[in-house]
């Protein structure tokens, strides 16, 4: 059986001042701000990292 590990990588510390960019640049539309993770219209979502990272490992 063949191991495959995944490393995760991220600048991103506050969803919340990076989702202005999206916003004001990008034209997207917040569906749900739930502090840790930034989730617009159409699927694409701002993760804080600890939260990401607790989440996962």
């Avoid at 034209?27 to 607790?54: C, H, P, S, T």
């Amino acid at each position: 059986m063949e191991t495959c590990t995944m490393k995760f990588s991220s600048r991103m510390l506050e969803p919340g001042v990076h989702a202005e960019f999206y916003i004001e640049v990008l034209g997207q539309e917040i569906k749900i701000d739930m502090g840790a993770n930034v989730e617009f219209v159409g699927g694409l979502a701002l993760w804080e990292w600890r939260y990401m990272n607790n989440l996962l490992f």
